[in-house]
């Protein structure tokens, strides 16, 4: 069942005689990880494996990463290179060994410094950003990768509800953002997904607000939370948002709003539908409120090994999206200098619907505090 | 005292005189932070701030941040974008604001797909790989970010004091790193500066090692633990090695070994020391053991918001090292297959010579489990 490092290799491969280049590249980040089945720091260090649509791959590691190289049971060419001597002539080498004239890389995970010392190597190297292609195989889940997320969301949703009875009026957005943060870990996080976002009053309505350490929240504030525990390498993602002690009318309608946009999302969502029409009915019914003008998103995004995944949920991707496929369902209305809400669940499509990974109660929560 | 906004653009409009092009960009990161003191998260979506040597700053901001991007007090041109309409049309409309032909950028920061969108929308523009000076502005702390520091050490020193007092032989790797990681945040961390390194045994001698889940630390391993707490946004760096029950003559020889050459950089740390000076020093004591061929990295890198940041601490690095500079001190001996000793100290250059923020014993310990 389980792929060998040489059958994740030749996925790589293939990719590269499907976009017509010569070979694809890989910097430390998601890939590189479901790669080598190994995940490897870069930092400052230039550290590249390159998959040629034909022929053995090749790569370039830092040399004090070799012990750690070993591990992966590589057998292409390796060129390391030490700090006190820079990476121009492993990069050479590298280059030269390759006789590539063409190169598919991740656009949104190789920077720039990398990509300047491949040119600066082979100045008529011709690069493209097959950020796609390269990305999109991660896009299917395999049992073990859903197993990983579910790991990571039960985590979350355990510290979530210890959190939620532990908030009192008067209490700082960053003293519940700490209280959160080492549920997180005593619930078993490897790390948290990002850093969370706790958001009360006013700063709800900024989709990616940071805690203040100096506002308390009050009652009647909308209270906001967006976080998620990172387990074997596989990142959570949820949203709640509660209100404290009381909610006005227009808060109960806005959120009531979010909900029935929320629960449209996971009811159209089945094997073949598309991230177009996920995102249109969802955000249809947020666009038939009258709230219209707080819609400032998309519906969500993928999930998995990056919190930031294919297939972006908007309008306008009609890619059908495949059993496997993870994603957040995530409508908000943010009014800003007034108060937002946000419900996000984590949805896994079925080779027969859809289930919500996610399973942390969304009715419209008043905390006593 | 403290600089405005317009004071720390100001930093940037410099720069791109300096480096002899129209302006410098930057994106979410230490830079953008530092610049705008406030962080943003960036994921799948390009934000972009252009500061010119001349001239008013303009931005590119992803529409859902426009309520954070309020906090900042920005009185450029702002070109946001919605995820459903894409940002070639936010890239085309700054680049014809800016009527500029040349930029540098952040290359070990920007992502690949920012470069490419700029290109997209000027083909002409000329793009430079201005890091080192830009993030050369990060280089000497102010009070307040050697008072962060500080903070982010202090919490990591208790948190390892802590977990020490409660390891015992038959443990795995992981079950410390898991002790660890909930000390830090019990300590008051925000944040992990980065996925902690625990190490036994064999372990040890790489360099970046993952802590194991099935081995059982043992009577006589080496236990190598590398770790950071974040705090007010800047990062802690800082290794120890102990052993547990007892060392072998071996063991205690190597230890001496990298312990003197860490003291050996401590010694030479004055004002206008170059980087150079100091790996050569410490080095120089690896180099005349003899274990020297169980040298795998240069003495250490410049810490800050960044883990990893300017003055890399290495031979053919002749940049004089001015008060303020903060460097990790981290000398090592890595012998593959038996097990490896690092000792990391964050250094402080002060006005008369050096101060160690670390203050962890470094005497050899062993941890009688």
New interface residues.
């Given amino acids: 069942m389980t792929q060998t490092l040489q059958d994740r290799l030749s996925d790589y491969a293939a990719i590269a005689a499907d976009l017509c280049v010569d070979a694809v590249a890989l910097v430390p980040g998601p890939n590189f990880t479901r790669a080598l089945n190994?995940?490897?720091?870069s930092?400052?260090r230039p550290f590249l494996l390159v998959i040629p649509a034909n022929g053995p791959p090749a790569a370039l590691v830092p040399?004090?990463?070799?012990?750690?190289w070993?591990q992966v049971g590589f057998d292409g060419a390796v060129f390391d290179w030490r700090?006190?001597d820079?990476y121009d002539t492993a990069f050479a080498a590298l280059t030269a060994h390759l006789a590539i004239s063409s190169l598919a890389?991740?656009?949104?995970?190789?920077?720039?410094?990398v990509?300047?010392a491949l040119k600066a190597a082979q100045p008529d190297l011709r690069?493209v950003?097959g950020?796609r292609e390269i990305s999109g195989l991660r896009m299917i889940k395999t049992p073990e990768d859903v197993a990983a997320l579910q790991a990571a969301i039960d985590i979350s949703e355990r510290a979530l509800a210890h959190t939620l009875e532990t908030v009192r009026l008067g209490q700082s957005e960053t003293s519940i953002e700490?209280v959160l943060?080492?549920a997180l870990?005593?619930e078993?996080a490897?790390?948290?997904s990002?850093?969370p976002i706790v958001a009360a009053g006013d700063n709800s309505?900024?989709?990616?607000?940071?805690a203040r350490a100096d506002y308390a929240v009050q009652a009647g504030d909308a209270l906001l939370l967006d976080f998620g525990a990172r387990k074997h390498g596989f990142a959570a993602d949820i949203t709640r948002t509660v209100f404290l002690q009381h909610a006005t009318d227009e808060a109960q309608e806005v959120y009531d709003t979010v909900l029935r946009a929320n629960l449209r999302g996971h009811a159209v969502t089945r094997p073949g539908v598309t991230a177009h029409d996920i995102?249109d009915a969802v955000t249809g019914v947020l666009e038939a409120s009258p709230y219209a003008d707080r819609i400032?998103?998309?519906t969500g995004?993928g999930l998995g090994r990056n919190?930031?995944?294919a297939p972006?949920i908007?309008?306008?991707n009609h890619m059908a999206l495949p059993a496997g496929t993870v994603y957040t369902n995530e409508p908000g209305l943010?009014d800003?200098g007034n108060f937002g809400v946000r419900i996000e669940d984590d949805v896994l499509i079925t080779e027969t619907g859809s289930t919500s990974l996610t399973r942390f109660p969304k009715e419209l929560t008043v905390l006593p505090c």
Same sequence: chains 1, 2.
């Fill in positions: 190994h995940s490897f720091m930092h400052e040399n004090l990463e070799l012990g750690s070993d700090d006190q820079g890389v991740e656009g949104q995970v190789m920077r720039v410094f990509h300047h690069i950003d950020e700490q943060i080492r870990f005593a078993g490897e790390d948290l990002f850093a309505a900024r989709p990616h607000a940071h995102d400032r998103t998309k995004h919190v930031h995944e972006y908007m309008r306008g943010y800003i």
